[in-house]
């Protein structure tokens, strides 16, 4: 299992901006799909948005749409989470996940189940 690390979380205003990073280790990271989830304090864990293997194919959570960006470097085994116009509501732990694809795979996978690896968590924390 390789593991993948998080980091770019913070404390900032509403209006402003952070960017998550989440970067794994070895040779196999363009063989993986990825996704970011997060989780406030007393909800479920959630989907924020998930990126294929190949970086084509993207989706997002309806309340983050046109406020965050998923994207990911495979040269730099780095997956990326821009997210401008951050709201209170944005305030969780960020999660990176990923699972092992076929290379021929073009899909994202929305369901927290169809990962089975994850790593520790960033907070993020916006204050109005």
């Known amino acids: 299992q390789v593991q993948v690390v998080e980091s770019g979380g913070g404390s900032v205003q509403a209006g402003g901006s952070l960017r998550l990073s989440c970067t794994a280790s070895g040779r196999a990271f363009p063989n993986y799909a990825m996704a970011w989830f997060r989780q406030a304090p007393g909800n479920n864990r959630e989907l924020v948005a998930a990126?294929?293997?190949?970086?084509?194919?993207?989706v997002y959570a309806d309340s983050v749409k046109g406020r965050f960006t998923i994207s990911r470097d495979n040269a730099k085994n780095t997956m990326y989470l821009q997210m401008d116009s951050l709201k209170p509501e944005d305030t969780a732990i960020y999660y990176c996940?990923?699972?092992?694809?076929?290379?021929?795979?073009?899909?994202?996978?929305?369901?927290?189940?169809?990962?089975?690896?994850w790593g520790q968590g960033t907070q993020v924390s916006v204050s109005s």
């Open positions: 996940a990923y699972r092992m694809v076929s290379p021929f795979d073009t899909i994202y996978y929305e369901s927290e189940g169809n990962y089975p690896y």
């Open positions: 990126i294929s293997r190949g970086g084509g194919n993207t």
